[in-house]
């Protein structure tokens, strides 16, 4: 402690300086009252060599002299830290003089500023915010977010795991999506406690309460805003669909269950709030219809993939599913499974034959119809029996010449049943091609679709 009374003002005992390479010496406004008062860092790491100090006990402050010019560019912080505690004990009846008092009085004043300054640096909720606001964190647990309660009274962790839904956004789009860069992180360290004030980013102030939001850091990292889940999915993943499942009802109808999904341009978050059945009336024999979700909760089928031709959708769209109808202009009943962005319609365990003959079988590649949605790519899982007195072999192709695993029967006298076959059918016309190898005229094959994928 100095002899002389330092006079403490109104300051923030912290400064910053951004070096240029070439000074030295860095000053500080505010008093200290030892050396060891003062801490410096150079970007987040801690200095404690290759420097000296001046300006002990002098009210104006002094200065931090560097042995060698901090590099260019290097964030220079000169921050005061003192041990919370008295540094003086009066005892009864003994002097009191006034140099002690105001020393006391200087050095519990410097540590009430210090304080300020670190919670100035902390969480904190509005002035006008309600009485009845818990600030206390919840039991941190990885992949939860931070949400205020129904009553927006308190902050909890989120029901969704959100690992679990980067990683449902990942597969559907093909891609690695960060998870952890999605969940913010929750500092679970008293908000009064000095190393978690320094931490926490400068000048952080939660925004008004909202009941079921989450909070989201703004893009300037200025603060947090608060989003609901359809804004975060939307920020999130392009090409977002949750929900939305279709069932078979009848030959001109099916079902769609309630969901979200981003639309197609990736601008509008839509939504299909109670189950809907969706009728196709005036239907033509084998054509590919395109079922879209618009806003308001509207249904609609188009026979362009692009929604061109949808009369009643005419803001934000997107595809939700795509079907063809057979020879009757009917629906085939199917069922169907949604994972992310990807439809599996499943045609039961008898399927549809696309191919049935004894004689006549090609031996060359020929065209056969697929009964598949045209204008996009489909996974197709097929079936074959493959009969015949000798060696066979029958093989599939798509238009750009992938070939399937070949089916072949080396023993003559074994029946091959319902050997499975899955590839891409990269073409938009709604075929592949089939050949037999063998040319005896003792043989005979089929081919069944039991189902196909494709994406919405």
């Not at 410097?110 to 919840?138: E, F, G, K, W």
């Not at 977002?240 to 601008?267: F, K, P």
């Not at 969706?278 to 609609?300: K, M, R």
């Not at 059918?425 to 592949?432: P, Q």
């Amino acid at each position: 402690m100095t002899t002389e009374h330092i006079k403490i003002g109104d300051i923030t005992p912290r400064v910053r300086y951004t070096a240029n390479g070439v000074l030295s010496e860095y000053s500080f406004s505010f008093p200290i009252f030892n050396e060891t008062d003062i801490k410096v860092y150079f970007n987040d790491n801690l200095q404690e060599t290759n420097y000296s100090i001046s300006g002990v006990g002098n009210s104006n402050g002094g200065s931090v002299i560097f042995n060698t010019p901090p590099t260019n560019e290097t964030i220079i912080t000169i921050l005061r830290d003192l041990s919370i505690k008295r540094t003086t004990d009066f005892q009864e009846g003994g002097a009191f003089r006034a140099n002690v008092i105001n020393d006391e009085l200087d050095y519990q004043t410097a540590c009430i500023q210090q304080i300020s300054d670190n919670i100035s640096r902390t969480v904190t909720i509005p002035p006008y915010a309600a009485d009845n606001i818990d600030m206390t964190l919840p039991t941190a647990t990885a992949g939860k977010a931070l949400i205020w309660n129904s009553n927006a009274t308190g902050l909890e962790n989120s029901i969704e795991n959100f690992n679990e839904i980067t990683q449902t956004i990942s597969n559907s789009v093909d891609e690695t999506i960060n998870a952890k860069d999605i969940t913010l992180a929750a500092k679970n360290e008293a908000i009064t406690a000095k190393d978690t004030a320094v931490s926490i980013a400068n000048n952080i102030n939660l925004p008004n309460i909202t009941a079921n939001t989450y909070l989201k850091a703004k893009s300037d990292a200025s603060g947090y805003e608060a989003k609901s889940i359809g804004e975060l999915a939307a920020d999130i993943n392009k090409g977002y669909i949750n929900g939305l499942d279709i069932s078979y009802l009848n030959s001109t109808s099916m079902q769609i269950s309630t969901g979200v999904c981003l639309s197609d341009d990736n601008s509008t978050m839509l939504s299909l709030t109670s189950n809907t059945n969706a009728v196709l009336s005036s239907a033509t024999a084998n054509t590919t219809y395109h079922l879209f979700l618009g806003e308001n909760n509207i249904l609609e089928f188009a026979q362009n993939i692009n929604g061109s031709d949808l009369v009643n959708i005419t803001g934000a769209k997107r595809r939700i599913a795509s079907f063809i109808t057979d020879g009757s202009a009917n629906l085939r009943a199917f069922n169907s499974q949604r994972t992310g962005n990807k439809v599996r319609v499943d045609l039961g365990s008898s399927g549809l034959i696309l191919f049935n003959a004894t004689s006549s079988l090609p031996t060359s590649f020929a065209d056969l119809f697929c009964a598949v949605p045209t204008g996009l790519n489909c996974n197709l899982t097929l079936a074959t029996d493959l009969v015949s007195s000798t060696d066979s072999i029958m093989l599939l192709k798509d238009k750009t010449n992938n070939l399937s695993p070949s089916v072949n029967r080396t023993n003559s006298s074994v029946l091959i049943s319902k050997q499975f076959i899955t590839f891409l059918k990269s073409d938009n016309l709604g075929t592949i091609q089939h050949k037999c190898t063998t040319t005896s005229v003792d043989y005979n094959y089929t081919i069944t679709l039991l189902g196909f994928e494709y994406e919405v």
